[in-house]
T-cell receptor, first 115, second 112 residues
């Protein structure tokens, strides 16, 4: 079974621009979560989607948004990029909500650099 | 306020010996705990998990121990191999919420 895939792997954007990142979960997984990893803050939760609905949200400004499609693929968008948004963005999928399993499986991440 | 803490930023172990990675948490409501291994520029790889109703879970060379009264969990790797060298994260979660709360990680170096 294929793992979680994320595109693109690397991205360089200019301050003020916006960016869209994509995530395809493991086949059969309907829960997709997004995390931001930075050297200072570590891994921090952004939001979770399940069956096209945002089910949980972390403590990030409204510039960070996401959505999920009927095939469970998810996108996250960051508008008006700031230098501090430079980070590794990780997507994880799980069977949460489909049984008792709670393990999250991560993709390789998208490295975003804002200049 | 860090709810999940890994107080040792690094650990060095000889090949073949036991590696013990520790993690403390503050929220007694956490339902489950997980350990992940991470290489630079890659996503975390799931290793092993444990439900809060258990005190031990074993999978091959990896064993996780949970001490609820002390709010402490540990990951034992026996025997350690050079390929185990990576950053290890512990994470905790609540069944009602989809987010994992991660520690800051411990960098394990296994020397041949």
């Amino acid at each position: 079974k294929a793992g979680v895939t994320q595109t693109p792997r690397y991205l360089i954007k200019t301050r003020g621009q916006q960016v869209t990142l994509s995530c395809s979960p493991i086949s059969g997984h309907r829960s997709v979560s997004w995390y931001q990893q930075t050297p200072g803050q570590g891994l921090q939760f952004l939001f979770e989607y399940f069956s096209e609905t945002q089910r949980n949200k972390g403590n990030f400004p409204g510039r960070f948004s996401g959505r999920q499609f009927s095939n469970s693929r998810s996108e996250m968008n960051v508008s008006t990029l700031e230098l501090g948004d430079s980070a590794l963005y990780l997507c994880a999928s799980s069977l949460r909500g489909q049984g008792s399993s709670y393990e999250q499986y991560f993709g390789p991440g998208t490295r975003l650099t804002v200049t | 306020d860090q709810q999940v803490k890994q107080n040792s930023p690094s650990l060095s172990v000889q090949e073949g010996r036991i590696s013990i990675l520790n993690c403390d948490y503050t929220n007694s409501m956490f339902d489950y705990f997980l350990w992940y291994k991470k290489y630079p520029a890659e996503g975390p790889t799931f290793l092993i998990s444990i439900s809060s109703i258990k005190d031990k879970n074993e999978d091959g060379r990896f064993t996780v121990f949970l001490n609820k009264s002390a709010k402490h969990l540990s990951l034992h790797i026996v025997p350690s191999q050079p390929g185990d060298s990576a950053v290890y994260f512990c994470a905790a979660g609540l069944g009602s919420q989809g987010n994992l709360i991660f520690g800051k990680g411990t960098k394990l170096s296994v020397k041949p």
